[in-house]
């Protein structure tokens, strides 16, 4: 049997769709961090707030679970106004990642993940169970890593551990704060592949905090660009930032080579192929699948110097998609 975040038997909670109203937050010194942001994230969609360094980013996150207190404007999760919420069991609700973990040191990596769940009084044996299963999940042997303690991990381990501990208690809403940008590149590059098959099994509503543009395109549902002030320049799917870029400061922010980020982005469709009798082909011509990306379709046809690609579905051939078609895709 499940548990809910507030310790009590019962069905797993949904994933809680977040509306920011208005949400704004002034100093006393007068500096304006957050200005008036407003947008809305649907339940289990990942929303990615990306931005100059000091536009308000990690300011809005942490106005979200209350560890900066807004001073005007409201914040929906699940239609419920949480700015006139207890502080402490709002964070309870809420899963938090940060980009050094955070680790308790002197405690065990299994107690690390059962930290949330104690504080909510579930018994000894569910905090373990639930532990091993989201130990697992994140790829995490629970019978090798579960009695080692932080020290003995590497950074991108550590982090997989903090990602379990955040989901413990099976939050509606997971934040995350540059999660993976202390990892060197590789480590984050496998932190991003793992987190997205996470996150297809656990379908949680997210919203994450980046520099990195690729970062913000590989993972996210949504892409928020923030200039100063948190003033929401562009919201919008990853492939529409890069075809389509709303402001002059947007165009700017993604770069020049947004047609090439696009591509990654961007997958194959049926409507883009042709059979294959109909073209002139030769036996240098490579096979993607469906599920690819335009950019995956043409480094094939690249590398194999082809001007078509055979794609396939189930291991089938089921058309021929050519290079100029991959290039000429509407933005």
Known sequence: MDVTPDGDPGARPAAAPIALQGLRKQYEDGTVAVAGLSLEVAAGEL??????????????????????EPTAGRILLAGEDVTTADPVQLRRRIGYV?????????????????????????????????????LDLVGLDPSRYGRRYPHELSGGQRQRVGVA??????PVVLLMDEPFSAVDPIARARLQEEFLRLQADVRKTIILVTHDLDEAVRLGDRIAVLSEGAHLEQYAPPGELLGAPATP?????????????????????????????????????????????LYDALAAMLTADADYATVTEDGRPIGVVSRHRVLSAPR
Request: hydrophobic letters at 45%.
């Open 47 to 68: 929303m990615v707030l990306i931005g100059p360094s000091g536009c308000g980013k990690s300011t809005v996150l942490r106005m979200v679970n209350r560890l900066i």
């Open 98 to 134: 940060i980009q050094h973990v955070g680790l308790f040191p002197h405690q065990t990596i299994r107690a690390n993940v059962g930290t949330v769940p104690k504080l909510l009084g579930w018994p000894k044996a569910r905090i373990r169970q639930r532990a091993n299963e989201l």
């Open 249 to 293: 400061f947007v165009a700017e922010f993604v770069g020049a080579d947004r047609g090439i980020r696009r591509l990654a982005v961007t997958p194959l469709s049926r409507d883009m192929l042709r059979n294959e009798s109909e073209v002139d082909v030769t036996a240098r011509q490579p096979e993607v699948p469906l599920d690819a990306s």
């Open 165 to 170: 501990r955040a989901l413990a208690a099976d």
